[in-house]
């Protein structure tokens, strides 16, 4: 597994730029040799080098995303098919009817590691039977008291 970042390969990348040579620049920063001197001749990150064979623009993938952390933070933390089904929709609005490969989703949280993948609990009966109307009016009353609000 990689263990270094994109921003020591900049650092590196900068320290070699002030002068300092490839091969101490790797061993300092952690970062193979070979890795250094692509990218002193161009190369991309793998990231960006792949980037025009993914389905989804970049931007589409990052408000998809975006869509996915706001469900999980109300509580309704999309499955797998759900986030599926909605990048589905998203390409047949661009006229791309082709189905998403099998292993799609997995490959879309790995690019987005905001996005955390956790097993469902089911609720426990008292909490789901103790949310009435009444109740839930009363919290938001409870919060808007002058005191808490100034918190």
Do not use: C
């Not at 101490?24 to 025009?52: C, H, N, W």
């Not at 589409?60 to 929709?89: C, M, N, Y």
């Not at 047949?92 to 998403?100: E, I, Y």
């Amino acid at each position: 597994m990689v263990q270094y970042t994109e921003h020591e390969i900049n650092l590196a990348l900068e320290a070699i730029g002030n002068g300092q040579s490839v091969k101490k620049a790797a061993y300092e920063y952690g970062i193979p040799r070979t890795t250094l001197q692509s990218r002193l001749y161009g190369s991309q990150r793998r990231a960006a080098a792949f980037a025009d064979l993914q389905r989804l623009f970049v931007s589409q993938e990052a408000k998809l995303a975006s869509w996915v952390q706001i469900q999980a933070d109300l509580g309704l933390a999309p499955t797998h098919q759900q986030i599926r089904e909605f990048a589905q929709r998203i390409l047949n609005a661009m006229g791309d009817t082709q189905p998403l490969g099998k292993r799609w989703v997995n490959a879309f949280i790995r690019r987005n590691p905001s996005i955390k993948v956790q097993r469902s609990r089911s609720i426990d009966s008292r909490r789901v039977n103790g949310a009435s109307a009444e109740v839930i009016r009363n919290w938001f009353k409870y919060l808007a008291i002058l005191v808490i609000s100034a918190i």
